[in-house]
């Protein structure tokens, strides 16, 4: 079966320093992968998506590593910000839907 | 700029009760998404429709239902409510035509079934 794993325990980092979270995916042939961050209680929020074919995509502060090797895709956040605490989600095509992760919880402490 | 627009926000209903959520994707969008997600769990993708006809099933239960309409507005129907369904259920809009792939959330409509 497909399936989507991130680390299910919280990240705790300190402000300024680079936050890496992991998503490893089985049974998926993905064309393109996406990230997505969402606060308690909200909708998920678009944040990047990178193509089978590339291997890297940066957006400001934010970069994602795509490997479709190794079925995973690492996404970082440099300089964090107590503003970027949130839980952040992997997400896979499937068909026309969009699969999700768990999530990552990442908080980030002044 | 406009975004998707879910009624409404909570919703409480008894178990055995019917519920409708509505949902109203950014204009000029062509696919409408919803998803359940549980407290702590991931969104689960329930269902989805393109230019209005039903394009994508997941794990929808039999008692729910979901249509869109000829404005492109979308509603949820669940019937013989149970306690299980409790969850924040968020839709989605995207503009598939376009090759955009990603998805716009609404606020979504927290459920509580007693």
């Known amino acids: 079966s497909q399936k989507i794993e991130q680390n299910s325990e919280a990240l705790n980092i300190q402000e300024g320093k680079t936050a890496t979270l992991t998503c490893n995916y089985t049974?998926?042939?993905?064309?393109?992968l996406q990230w997505y961050r969402q606060d308690p209680g909200r909708g998920p929020v678009f944040l990047l998506l990178?193509?089978?074919?590339?291997k890297e995509k940066r957006k400001e502060r934010l970069k994602v590593t795509f490997d479709t090797t190794l079925k995973q895709s690492l996404f970082h956040i440099t300089a964090s910000q107590p503003a970027d605490s949130a839980t952040y989600l992997c997400?896979?095509?499937?068909?026309?839907?969009?699969?999700f992760g768990k999530g990552t919880s990442l908080l980030v402490t002044p | 700029a406009a975004g998707v627009i879910q009624s409404p926000r909570h919703l409480i209903k008894e178990k055995r009760e019917t519920a409708t959520l509505k949902c109203y994707p950014i204009?000029?969008?062509?696919?409408v998404y919803w998803y359940q997600q549980g407290p702590g769990q991931d969104p689960q993708f329930l269902i989805s429709?393109?230019?209005?006809?039903?394009?994508d099933k997941g794990s929808i239960p039999d008692r729910f239902s979901a249509q869109q309409f000829s404005d492109y507005h979308s509603e949820l129907n669940m019937s013989s409510l149970e306690l299980g369904d409790s969850a924040l259920y968020f839709c989605?809009?995207?503009?598939?035509?376009?090759?955009?792939?990603?998805?716009?959330f609404g606020s979504g409509t927290q459920l509580s079934v007693l």
């Open positions: 989605a809009s995207s503009l598939r035509q376009g090759w955009d792939e990603k998805l716009f």
């Open positions: 049974n998926y042939s993905p064309a393109y």
């Open positions: 990178i193509r089978e074919n590339e």
């Open positions: 429709f393109y230019e209005k006809m039903q394009s």
């Open positions: 997400a896979l095509e499937s068909g026309y839907a969009l699969n």
């Open positions: 204009p000029r969008h062509d696919t």
